[in-house]
């Protein structure tokens, strides 16, 4: 097996942390390249020609590449199934449905508390400027349907990439002194200590 990720070269980016932990978790071994993405490396060639929709990350495997994070983290969890390999997604079908609709809704909403509480400010430096009034709604609606998921340590029993994407969302406001009730921060918190998750906040030390 030949596995190759393409991130952005700060390690900043929510979903190439997304990919990167779903991989360590299947245990299938990966080569890293770095991107970088404030100089527009991603909009030229030949990366533009190789990814279709010339986003960031991109998996690498046997010459097929995908990029979008929820579908990568699908196709590994087809291509490589339990109980082989550990699981991404939870195997009932209900629930398997609801960890996909969480990654759907944390992608595509919630952009005045993604802008404001942005991954730099997670991962770097956190800011001090309160929230506005549009990215606070977005922060109560997060809390409101965490409250409503959140129910032990993982989401639906075990652990699954869902967890991942919500407790970096969960993050956004922890780290930046943001008020999230105790049982969220306890939960994003442990799910912070994973090893997968580790493995990728020890690029941003210092070599």
């Known amino acids: ?24 978790e299947k245990g299938l071994p990966f080569s890293l390249e770095t991107m970088d993405l404030e100089a527009g490396a991603h909009r030229r060639a030949p990366y533009r020609e190789l990814a279709l929709t010339g986003r960031v990350p991109a998996l ?3 010459g097929f590449v995908l990029t979008e994070s929820s579908a990568v983290a699908e196709y590994l969890d087809e291509a490589f199934p339990a109980p082989q390999y550990t699981a991404l997604y939870p195997q009932e079908i209900h ?34 400027v309160p929230l506005s009034a549009e990215a606070q709604a977005c922060a109560d609606r997060l809390i ?35 008020p ?16 997968s998750v580790q493995r990728w906040l020890a690029h941003h030390e210092p070599n």
Do not use: C
């Open 144 to 178: 409101a349907a965490a409250e409503r998921l959140v129910d032990g340590a993982n989401l639906f029993g075990r652990w699954s990439i869902a967890d991942t994407d919500l407790a970096m969302m969960l993050q956004r406001l922890i780290v930046n002194g943001d």
């Open 60 to 62: 690498v495997h046997e």
């Open 180 to 195: 999230v009730p105790p049982r969220l921060r306890d939960y994003a918190v442990g799910q912070w200590q994973r090893p």
């Open 95 to 128: 629930a398997r449905a609801r960890a996909r609709q969480l990654q759907a809704w944390l992608r595509s909403d919630l952009m005045p508390l993604r802008v404001e509480r942005n991954t730099e400010s997670v991962f770097f430096r956190p800011t001090s």
């Open 1 to 24: 097996m030949s596995f190759k990720l393409v991130v952005d070269s700060l390690f900043a980016s929510p979903y190439a942390m997304s990919v990167y932990v779903a991989l360590t």
